[in-house]
């Protein structure tokens, strides 16, 4: 992604929980407290949750976050800051090379 900030990875966690909420609710994505919930309670060896953080507006940001279940060939959750569009692309392929890698272990 020529000319965008530096994007950092790592699995989301439940203290994840309100800046997940802040980029559902800046992309226009109703997720009530039981959405959240389930989507940061994951087991890694079904499913893999990953966020996407940027440092954005002087702040480190949440700017994306995926969701894909081992096994699968594409997430089920993908949502991207829309001014970080490419990572979509990025971040969908990692989470099917997650997925994919565990389907072979």
Not at 4 to 24: K, N
Not at 47 to 68: E, K, S, Y
Request: proline share 7%.
């Amino acid at each position: 992604m020529p000319g965008a900030p530096p994007v950092r990875l790592r699995l989301a966690g439940p203290s994840d929980r309100h800046a997940v909420a802040e980029l559902l609710a800046r992309r226009g994505v109703e997720a009530g407290e039981l959405e959240l919930r389930r989507l940061l309670a994951f087991d890694p060896a079904r499913r893999h949750v990953l966020t996407a953080f940027a440092p954005l507006d002087g702040r480190d940001t949440l700017v994306g976050i995926g969701a894909i279940a081992n096994g699968d060939d594409s997430p089920d959750v993908l949502v991207v800051d829309e001014r970080l569009s490419a990572l979509a692309v990025v971040l969908g392929r990692v989470l099917a090379e997650r997925a994919r890698v565990r389907r072979a272990a």
